[in-house]
Structures are given as structure tokens and as C-alpha cells.
């Protein structure tokens, strides 16, 4: 088996921690354990043997997922190295060469070419702009064959931060009940949605749904490396088999300062100072956008610290990426690499003062690319 490259992953892995201002995160500024937990378990967290880890989860970690999704138990989670494990785990688990995959796009494409590689077809499902980034259902139950073995979205949306309407969700989980499919939904990002209202989840203890999720992005504890899977207990086991054959296990350390952070009072506390924080900077954004003279437009997102901007200019996207990083030290990502050109994903989800210093030089070279243009 030879995988595709997954150009984000390369891109961000190399130059990351190489710039002056990194403005591709789609995650909100982390969190230090300072800021989650207290003195005396933080005392507690230094005494600890760092012995491995229960492999699934320790059981009162996975009490404290099961209790956001209604009907569900500790046998219905499994506890992996973040939401990338988890979709990885989903796929080899469930589907074969040959199988068709009905895909959102734009989307983190890791299933994409991940599911490519195996043999999968990967069908787009195409989200569009001028529609708020909503499924066009009709245009999804066409896609659907007898070699359609699942539907995958990301609800709230990467890299959009769109939220799907509840209309469109059901009609949605209604086309693969109906199709007999596998409901499989990344909700990584559910839980910083800017009107502070979370939006519900895929999960509705159903055989075929499966829900992916972890602590990078919502919960701002991406260095836990702590995500999990939700769904029928028969998968959850064959997926643990083949945890088995990857990591193993996660983290003791990480498990429990999840199973903490994760109980009812604690987790409503965490995410609730987020919502203001990104309602400021998006505030900030879209005054940058406006001052960029028509260069760019873009859907406001309902959720996460990442917008989706539709760039006016002439040129591929990935181009322009590269020239803002080469002349000004500021990475951002192409929309290429989410399945759409002409779109690049600005993350707003760093400190005010950064945002605003990371801004400012890109509208240098966007300045430049005006002269460029009246020339």
C-alpha cells in the first residue's frame, strides 16, 4: 500500500515552528495545566507512576465521554491518540478496497487520502459557499450507489466553522438509515460555537453511527494527544483490535487530566470562557477583511477559531500562501489543500495581539500584489 502525501500535515510539520507568526492553527490557543487544574492536583499529577495506561480508556474516563452523548455507556467508547487515531482506526476498521465513501468537502482531508490509498472510492460531497456551507441533500442521496458503505462530515465544519442546520442533519442521518450506511461524523470542534450554544451531536445510539471527537481543539489541550470514538460496542472492539497493532494505548497523564477536566461542571466552565474570546477576534478578522480593498469575502463561521476566506485575486492559492510566508513569515493554509481552490483558512483563534501583528503583515504583501496588478 503506498499512501498520499497529506500536503497540510507536511506543510504545517515543516513550518510551523519556523515562522515569526503561525496563523494556521484551526485550534484556540492552548491551555497550560496551570489553567485547568488546581494546586493539590497538580501535586497529585507529580506523584503519579507513569505506568501504562488501561488501553481502552480507564473507566472513568470513558464514563465521563458517554456522558455527552445521550444513550451511550462506557462499551460504547474507545480512547485513542487524538481524532486522527480515531478516524484512521473508523476506516480500517469498517471499510475495503472497492467500497465507496461519500465525503464533505471542504474537509481535513486525513480520511480523504487516507481512504484513497486503501482503495476506497471517495466520492466529494461538495459544500458551497453562497448555500452557508450546507449539504445540498438531494445532490447527496444521488451519490449514494450499492457500493456506498458510508457518509463522513465534520459538524461543526473544518475549515469553514459552519454548523449544519438541524433540517439538513436529520435529513442527513435519514439518507443512511435508509441506505442502511455508516453515519460517521468528526465533531472535534463541537463546543465553540460563537452563539455559545452547542450544537447537537451525529450520536443517537444508533448500530450505524459513529462519532469522533477529542481535547485538541474545543477543550485547547491539543498536547494531551487524547481523542476518542463513539459508537456500537461489536466496532468499538474490532477498532480497539487494531489499536492494538498502533499505539497501544494513550498517555496515563493524559487520561487523567481528561477524565477531570471532562466532568459536567468542569467541562461547561472551560469552554464557556471561549466563546467571548473568539467573538472578539473574529471581530478582528473580518475588520482586516474589510480594510483588503475587495481582495477577499467570506461566510462568517458559527464555530471553531478558523474562517475560510474566498480570495479575488488571480493565482492559485497555494502560491499566495507561500509568498506570505516567504515575504512576511506568516502561515497560512490554501484552500487546495481542503479540496477547493481559491480559499485560503485563516485561524483566528491566538491572542488579539498576535492575530493583529500576524494580519498586518500579510496586508503587506496582499499591498504588493495590488501594485502588482495596477501595473
Partial sequence: MKFETFELERYMSAWENVVDYNLSESGVHPLSLNDILTAEELDELSEMELLYC?????ETLRSAICGLYPHATPDNILVTNG????NFLTIMTLLEPGDELIYMMPNYLQIWGFGRSLGVDVKPIRLKDDHNWQIDV???ASLITPKTKMISVCNPNNPTGAVMDSDIMMRVRELAREHDLWLHSDEVYRGVELSGEESPSFYAGDEMDIVVAGLSKAYRLPGLRLGWIVGNPDFV????SLHDYTTISIGTLSDWVASRILQPQRRTALLSDVHEFLRTNLKILQGWVDDQDGLFSFTPPQAAAIAFLHCHLDGGSVELIERIRDEQSVLVMPGKWFG????????YG???DYLKAGLERMAQTLSGLRIEAAA
Fill in 237 to 240: 472492539w474490532k477498532a480497539w
Fill in 54 to 58: 488501561q488501553a481502552n480508556g480507564t
Fill in 350 to 352: 491566538t491572542p488579539p
Fill in 340 to 347: 477547493m481552490e481559491n480559499y485560503i483558512r485563516v485561524g
Fill in 83 to 86: 481524532s486522527a487515531e480515531a
Fill in 138 to 140: 438531494d445532490e447527496l
